[in-house]
């Protein structure tokens, strides 16, 4: 049998923070073989599926992953072998078995998930076919059309990603008037540079945080929009009209559990969940920041309820996204939808440590009305993955930095080539 896993075999390899992650290769007995890497986060939700470290302060500062390296060749190797590629719900179904565990901490997330997606890698190449024709195939071969996500595009970083005094984490472009992906991505980053090009000129730093956006101090988290909405007027757009704006505020980071408070020591406040909700909704007055991706703690369920139900989220169609509140977990998106809780789910492989996991949440997402965003990590590697799970799925967004560092337009670029393929 030809497409029969032969052997599995990881490798510790460095993330884009330069922490140490986790590669996996497969090879099947007919030498067709395909690697893939896992990403790594720094505001990670508290119920997101275990990474495990080594723990060694001699090596890496504990970060190493030697332990989850030795899990992929030793007993998921073991396990797996002579089983066959195209297998993906079994094999990830296997490796949970093994596990054990409820949150995949035995044999550690981070193993897991790389083999599951050099799995699937390996699948592909076998089957010759692109990766997004492949995911389409475990996820829905019914579904006929592809289309490709428009980008949002995180310019300023704030929060656990940047050096830097601003509170709320990420601000984004969202490019949702021009049609095609490329010209998205175009506008995106005249923008970028128009804003680089401003930021210079009053002064401010041009230094880039984790996910390739801007870090500079500021005066308030208004002066970011004020100087976002700048620069899209210097690129020749119209805030609004051509160009919205997105945030992830990150809340879980700066709620302080003890207090019950939202600390924003930019603002220099301490807000209630009502009062931060008054904030953002003074900000959508203002500005046309139309998706909101946690902007509440992820077990601050009755403001998420409260938050989400405002007739002005209604009334404006602001996309509010899960990330720490589901984390691509389906009984937590369960108990999000009976609340009336967001209307959209971030969706990061790693959260939940499978493909085949990964893919349930998103297809229970859109049987919900639910809209999808495909979601890097801060932590990247080279790997493009995302890109063509976005695709398969037709996923409404993609979140995956700015538009500059290598392994954040790695997957523009990956996007950009599938949308060449699609027209051709
Ligand atoms: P993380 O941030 O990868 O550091 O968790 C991304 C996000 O919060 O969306
Ligand atoms: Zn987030």
């Known amino acids: 049998m030809p497409n029969k896993i032969k052997k599995i075999h990881a490798l510790e390899i460095l993330d884009s923070r330069g922490n140490p992650t986790v590669q996996a290769t497969v090879e099947l007995s007919n030498g067709t073989s395909a690697t893939s890497a896992v990403p790594s986060g720094a505001s990670t939700g508290r119920f997101e599926a275990y990474e495990l470290r080594d723990g060694d302060p001699h090596r890496y500062e504990g970060k190493g992953v030697l332990k989850a390296v030795e899990n992929v060749n030793t007993k998921i190797n073991d396990a797996l072998e002579g089983v066959s590629v195209f297998e993906q719900t079994q ?42 024709e492949y995911i389409r195939s475990l996820y829905n071969p019914k579904l006929k059309k592809y289309k490709l996500p428009t980008p949002v595009v995180n310019v ?66 208004r002066q970011v929009f004020d100087l976002i909405l700048q620069a899209i007027e210097n690129a020749g757009y119209k805030p609004g009209k051509d160009i919205n704006l997105g945030i992830d505020a990150g809340a879980s980071e700066f709620y302080n559990e003890k207090t019950k408070k939202y600390e924003l020591p930019l603002e220099n406040k301490n807000l209630t969940g009502d009062e931060l909700i008054d904030f953002y909704f003074d900000l959508m007055e203002i500005y046309p920041l139309r998706i ?133």
């Open 292 to 424: 909101v991706e946690d902007p509440l703690d992820q077990e601050d369920w009755e403001n998420w309820q409260d938050f989400t139900s405002d007739q002005f989220i209604k009334n404006n169609d602001v996309v509010v996204v899960g990330d720490d509140l589901f984390v691509t977990n389906v009984k937590r998106l369960k108990k999000g939808i009976e609340m009336g809780v967001a209307n959209s789910i971030l969706i990061k492989l790693n959260q939940i440590g499978t493909l085949s996991e990964t893919l349930e949440a998103i297809r229970y997402a859109q049987e919900n009305d639910y809209q999808v965003i495909v979601s890097h990590r801060s932590g990247e590697t080279a790997d493009t993955t995302i890109a063509d799970l976005a695709v398969a799925v037709n996923a409404e967004y993609i979140k995956t930095g700015s538009t500059s560092r290598g392994e954040r337009t790695a997957k523009y670029n990956r996007l950009l080539n599938i949308e060449e393929k699609l027209n051709n």
């Open 91 to 132: 094999i990830d179904q296997m490796m949970i078995d093994l596990d054990g565990t409820k949150n995949k901490s035995s044999l550690g997330a981070n193993a897991i998930l790389a083999v599951s997606l050099a799995v699937m890698s390996t699948a592909a190449k076998a089957n010759n076919v692109q990766l997004y």
């Open 156 to 221: 300023i970083n704030g929060g656990a990603h940047g050096g830097t005094n601003i509170n709320i984490q990420e601000f984004w472009l969202v490019a949702h008037k021009a049609k095609t992906f490329s010209d998205k991505l175009r506008q995106s980053s005249e923008i970028f540079h128009k804003l680089g090009e401003l930021l210079h000129s009053v002064g401010m730093d041009t230094d880039l945080g984790n996910e390739g956006g801007y870090s500079p101090n500021v005066k308030s988290h």
